[in-house]
């Protein structure tokens, strides 16, 4: 793969595997069809985990344990060309070993017998049409098709098969296995009805139970945001069985940063024609968003700068010359923006006339990489499957009622333009949309839709939608020593449920030594290895001897019948191994130690071995001692043990250094940081800009004025923060924390997972999750330091509430000396009581609680205020 997995996708492509192997297995065994789904929110890299599992299904993966299925043959089905045309290109663009000779389209003129193994071929909707070149002669019922003077067909371009034989064929050769992929899959299962009910049944129903002597495909895969038309059809087909879906967590899609979390609302505050003054906001928030990206770029050091583009969504029949007008503002509004920048992705595909200009059609899958484009004039959705991380602004002259188009076009801008997000910057991790004709009261349907994923209702806990925000900045009374004692605070990481510490010692030494922070890094590394194993080898040397000869002997049984008593008798046999089963023996092996450590290891084994009469014997005896060490499970522990001490000590004693490199490097540490079976602390970002929003909404529609308050890390032009409390308790906080002596400022700890937000792990029935305290406050010591406060308004009327106090207070008895304080605080009662977690005896008492509740009234907990 060209890309780094993020650690949900990693999960979710092991997952599909498996899944896979299972299918593969019953149809070969049991001529037992397999149905299963892959669900992940937009944005979550679906097509780049696919590609990730047609390198394991075609070449095999060390790093999931797969063997390659030499017999594969994928079908990618879609109802849109576009969108195949997009998948084809993307997994090329994400796969190393993937060709453009193994991403075929299917075109009229296709006429194989066979499928070739080893291929990925894309058909959509219309190349199945009744209509098209490629099934003509399938149905005998079909009129048009001329026949011969014996009664038969004959075929369009007297081709041998149409595409249903072909698929036949494929499916019917034992050696061959077809895998059907469904690309946006809950598209396509509802039209039509069923043989059952005497309806015609849909393409892609034909295609998993099979149509006129052709069966159906034996493994289905469905792909999407949303799958369950897709099991709910799956349940009522004909011969299949379904296995577990796969299902990606939003969080953590939201965590990793590739897709923004933040969408910013514009509208009008009063009824009116607001159209023009709206246009022009847009046109200045992407010239302003165009501006912070070169002014990142710049600061980076990075060669090329995102170029973002406005999507100007219409109405399905427009007034061509108002939308000239509306252009017209924008290039008023902005009038350094080349004249030669707007195209349109209307259906009907041509250019378009629009007042005085003239606007040309691009393909929607063509967006992305045309940095020229820098407004876009668009109708419904673009298209399925359409997404352009580029799309920053959305002007939208729909109407209220046209909701539904707006959140599905919206929903395909929320992809990351780095794929990551950018610490400590709300504005390069936000997308905005105006809306000139919505209301207050109407815009309350949008933001639900937005919450809720919009286009395919997924679940989105973290994501925000502001209404009018403000940018906060830095508060330039605040000192830098407080800045330097918040970002010195410990975060904790979540642990992975998929660990390789070998591999993250690997990937480490890579990125050290491209950083030339620790040249020959990897060299180093396997060196820190190699005397584990040798060591192992001293400590283990009698397994590792019993391990040598079953890898050097093959045992078996002879079965002899008496033909005559018709008794049998088992008789066990031992040979001697050769090299083939050897080398077996050594490839498994090599993957729980790690291929590349194999390989070093196997030749340092071979440098030391003075009995071997050439290099190949050497070798092979290296290797018989590398396949019996993956035999003994403690060798592998002890090594993984080292190799993640090894890896830590690395990102300790190069903390300094990495902190000084840029956020994309930066970035690539983050990620082997957290590749770990243990929570990890990490280093807060400094945040730089945050959106704030300045007014709280009720349900029905009213606005009221958030309080501001001052000496926040952040601030705007007045030198005040605009907070909502979620509860009166934490605005009784905040108000008697920043009331005592020496404070010298505040920090309102981000709720959402962002490289500026401290997270502390807690253990929830046995599921790892973050919480992030609400609030740190800073003092001045006598000395001149700052010590740092966390005081938690903490509720204890949730059913997590128990373990979140648990993790604070294991939070606090491993960090407390980084801290003045560590309290949570919660109303019980009509009274204020607050646990001083920094203490051993209270948080014993934490421990041993029955509940947050009897922690709070237990005798370990003290007044806070009456």
Not at 23 to 46: E, I, P, Q, V
Not at 826 to 844: C, F, I, N, S
Request: charged fraction near 25%; glycine fraction near 6%.
């Amino acid at each position: 793969m060209k890309f780094t997995l993020k650690d949900y996708q990693d999960e979710a492509v092991s997952d599909v595997l498996k899944r896979l192997k299972k299918a593969r297995k019953d149809w070969h065994d049991d001529h037992y069809k397999n149905a299963f789904s892959l669900t992940a929110t937009t944005g979550a890299g679906k097509t780049v985990m696919a590609a990730a599992v047609f390198e394991a299904l075609f070449y095999g993966s060390d790093d999931y344990n797969f063997e390659a299925d030499p017999g594969a043959v994928v079908i990618w089905f879609s109802d849109d060309p576009s969108l195949n045309e997009q998948s084809r290109w993307r997994l090329q663009e994400a796969s190393d070993k993937l060709t453009v000779s193994d991403l075929l389209t299917i075109e009229s003129t296709f006429g194989r017998e066979k499928f070739e193994p080893g291929k990925i071929y894309f058909l959509n909707t219309q190349k199945l049409g009744k209509k098209s070149l490629l099934v003509r002669g399938h149905d005998p019922d079909d009129a048009e098709i001329e026949k011969d003077g014996r009664g038969g067909l004959l075929m369009p371009d007297l081709r041998s098969y149409t595409i249903w034989d072909t698929i036949r064929n494929t499916i019917e050769d034992p050696d061959l296995t077809v895998y059907l992929v469904l690309d946006e899959a809950h598209r396509g299962m509802k039209e039509g009805g069923s043989t059952s009910t005497g309806g015609k049944p849909t393409i892609v129903k034909q295609l998993i139970n099979g149509t006129g002597g052709v069966p159906g495909i034996p493994v289905v895969w469905g792909i999407s945001a949303t799958v369950q038309r897709f099991d709910e059809a799956i349940k009522g087909m004909q011969g299949h069985g379904t296995l577990p879906n796969v299902v990606v967590d939003s969080k953590k899609v939201l965590d990793s940063g590739l897709i923004k979390d933040t969408i910013d609302l514009d509208i009008p505050d009063e009824p009116g024609d607001f159209t023009t003054v709206l246009l022009r906001r847009g046109t200045k928030k992407l010239r302003e968003i165009s501006d912070a990206w070169a002014e990142y770029s710049s600061q980076q050091g990075a060669a090329g700068t995102v170029l973002p583009l406005m999507v100007l969504q219409v109405p399905n029949s427009p007034n061509h010359n108002e939308i000239g007008e509306w252009l017209d503002t924008i290039f008023a509004e902005w009038p350094g923006l080349a004249h030669d920048c707007v195209a349109n992705v209307f259906g009907e595909h041509k250019t378009e006339t629009f007042g005085s200009r003239s606007v040309p059609y691009i393909e929607p899958e063509r967006v992305q990489e045309s940095t020229w484009v820098r407004v876009l004039i668009a109708k419904d959705a673009i298209s399925t499957g359409w997404d352009c991380p580029r799309a920053e602004v959305m002007v939208s002259f729909r109407a209220a009622s046209d909701r539904t188009h707006i959140t599905q076009l919206l929903g395909r801008m929320v992809r990351s333009p780095l794929a990551r997000r950018i610490p400590g910057n709300d504005r390069l991790n936000a997308v905005d949309c105006l809306l000139p004709r919505f209301d207050k009261s109407s815009v309350e349907a949008v933001v639900t839709s937005l919450m809720t994923g919009g286009e395919a209702g997924e679940d989105l806990p973290l994501r925000r939608v502001l209404i009018r925000p403000i940018e906060v900045l830095p508060n330039p009374i605040i000192p830098e020593l407080v800045w330097a004692k918040l970002l010195s605070l410990p975060s904790q990481t979540l642990p992975k449920r998929q660990v390789r510490p070998i591999k993250r010692l690997t990937a480490l030494a890579h990125e050290l030594a491209a950083d030339a922070l620790l040249p020959d890094a990897g060299k180093i590394a396997h060196t820190e290895m190699h005397q584990v194993l040798d060591k192992a080898r001293s400590n283990f040397a009698t397994q590792i001897a019993t391990a040598r000869e079953a890898v050097l002997s093959v045992e078996g049984q002879t079965l002899s019948a008496d033909v005559a008593t018709q008794v049998m008798t088992f008789n066990q046999f031992v040979e001697i191994a050769d090299y083939a089963v050897i080398e077996d023996a050594y490839r498994r092996s090599a993957r729980i130690i790690s291929p590349d450590l194999a390989t070093t290891y196997s030749e340092h084994l071979s440098r030391q071995d003075d009995q071997a009469e050439d290099d190949d014997e050497g070798l092979i005896d290296a290797h018989t001692t590398v396949a019996a060490i993956g035999l003994i499970s403690e060798i592998e522990e002890v090594l993984e043990v080292a190799a993640e001490a090894q890896c830590n000590a690395w990102l300790s004693g190069y903390r300094d250094q990495i902190a000084a490199l840029s956020d994309e490097r930066q970035e690539a540490y983050r990620q082997i940081r957290e590749l770990s079976a243990h929570p990890q602390d990490v280093s807060l970002a400094r945040p730089k800009a945050w959106l704030q929003p300045t007014v709280s909404r009720e349900a029905n529609g009213a606005e009221a004025p958030l309080p501001r308050y001052e000496k926040h890390m952040l601030c705007d032009s007045e030198g005040l923060f605009p907070i909502g409390f979620d509860a009166s308790w934490e605005k009784v906080v905040l108000e008697i924390e920043m009331a005592k002596e020496g404070r010298l400022g505040w920090f309102r700890n981000p709720p959402r997972s962002s490289q500026d937000s401290l997270g502390v792990v807690y253990d929830d029935g046995g599921e790892k999750k973050i919480v992030r305290p609400d609030f740190i406050f800073f003092s001045s010591q006598p000395d001149g330091s700052v010590v740092a406060d966390i005081v938690d308004p903490h509720g204890h009327h949730f059913a997590d509430s128990l373990p979140k106090l648990r993790g604070l207070a294991r939070y606090a008895e491993e960090n407390g000396h980084c801290y003045g304080r560590i309290e949570a605080v919660a109303k019980v009662d009509g009274k204020y009581q607050r646990l001083d977690l920094m203490r051993p005896e209270v948080r014993a008492a934490v421990a041993g609680a029955a509940s947050a509740e009897a922690a709070y009234l237990g005798p370990s907990s003290e007044l806070y205020v009456s």
